[in-house]
T-cell receptor, first 109, second 113 residues
Framework: GEDVEQSLFLSVREGDSSVINCTYT??????LYWYKQEPGAGLQLLTY?????DMKQDQRLTVLLNKKDKHLSLRIADTQTGDSAIYFC?????????FGTGTRLQVFP | EPEVTQTPSHQVTQMGQEVILRCVPI?????FYWYRQILGQKVEFLVS????????KSEIFDDQFSVERPDGSNFTLKIRSTKLEDSAMYFC???????????FGPGTRLTVL
């Protein structure tokens, strides 16, 4: 069945770049998403990429998609303490989202 | 900026009781969803809803669950007879017709005792 995997933790220094990785199994995924969840809050859509693209940039965020390897990454440039949160990768080929386990990003000064 | 809202933020109930979780999707959206997240686990899809009927549902969404759009603004999830394992955060989401962005509400934490 469909599965999405992420590493559980990432710790970076403020001002550095963060790279959060995700792998998925469904080769028919049409869209891939990144959501952010801050403590006690809902899921905030950060960005998404259509499966026929290999890169999308949106301000400090860069999404890279390697469809052959079914690998998705989110790069956050100039990481700030306010970026500390859990980041979820999700894929969709029908209307439902299949989420990864989430990566907890901790930014330290 | 329009947002999805959910009430209550926290619901505590006894096992076997019925609960109704409420959501107000973004006003011009047509597609509605429920997801849940058991503590420490992945966010899981429950059901999608469009044009007053269920489009897709997961194995979790059994006969104990139902959804309804009782009026033009609310979208509800009912659990008929709650079980301990229904304890989770329940997220509502909605999306418009012109894109694939699902916007999530803040969630309702359901605790079944």
């Amino acid at each position: 069945g469909e599965d999405v995997e992420q590493s559980l933790f990432l710790s970076v220094r403020e001002g550095d770049s963060s790279v959060i990785n995700c792998t998925y199994t469904d080769s028919s995924s049409t869209y891939l998403y990144w959501y952010k969840q801050e403590p006690g809050a809902g899921l905030q859509l950060l960005t998404y990429i259509f499966s026929n693209m290999d890169m999308k940039q949106d301000q400090r965020l860069t999404v890279l998609l390697n469809k052959k390897d079914k690998h998705l990454s989110l790069r956050i440039a100039d990481t700030q303490t306010g970026d500390s949160a859990i980041y979820f990768c999700a894929e969709a080929n029908t209307d439902k989202l299949i989420f990864g386990t989430g990566t907890r990003l901790q930014v330290f000064p | 900026e329009p947002e999805v809202t959910q009430t209550p933020s926290h619901q505590v109930t006894q096992m076997g009781q019925e609960v109704i979780l409420r959501c107000v999707p973004i006003s011009n959206h047509l597609y509605f969803y429920w997801y849940r997240q058991i503590l420490g686990q992945k966010v899981e899809f429950l059901v999608s809803f469009y044009n007053n009927e269920i489009s897709e549902k997961s194995e979790i969404f059994d006969d104990q669950f139902s959804v309804e759009r009782p009026d033009g603004s609310n979208f509800t999830l009912k659990i008929r007879s709650t079980k301990l394992e229904d304890s989770a955060m329940y997220f509502c989401a909605s999306r418009g017709d012109s894109n694939n962005e699902q916007f999530f509400g803040p969630g309702t934490r359901l605790t079944v005792l």
